[in-house]
């Protein structure tokens, strides 16, 4: 996205797609989901998600506390 000069380190690119969504001035959500090896054998968390306001979510069955 513009204005966000970084990358991905190559340990959570094996196991991870990450997206960083910029919807408004401010506001941000980045996405963690995972493929490959990590898909299988993560799937009580599923996919992480992080937000501007350091709102932490997950799609899985585990609860935040215990995937973050």
Do not use: E, F, H
């Amino acid at each position: 996205p513009t204005g966000i000069n970084m990358g991905v380190p190559a340990d959570v690119t094996r196991y991870y797609d990450i997206v960083i969504a910029v919807p408004s001035a401010g506001a941000y959500t980045i996405t963690a989901t995972p493929i490959g090896s990590q898909l299988a054998a993560d799937t009580r968390c599923g996919t992480l998600g992080l937000d501007q306001t350091g709102n932490k979510t997950v799609t899985g069955t585990q609860p935040v506390s215990a995937c973050w």
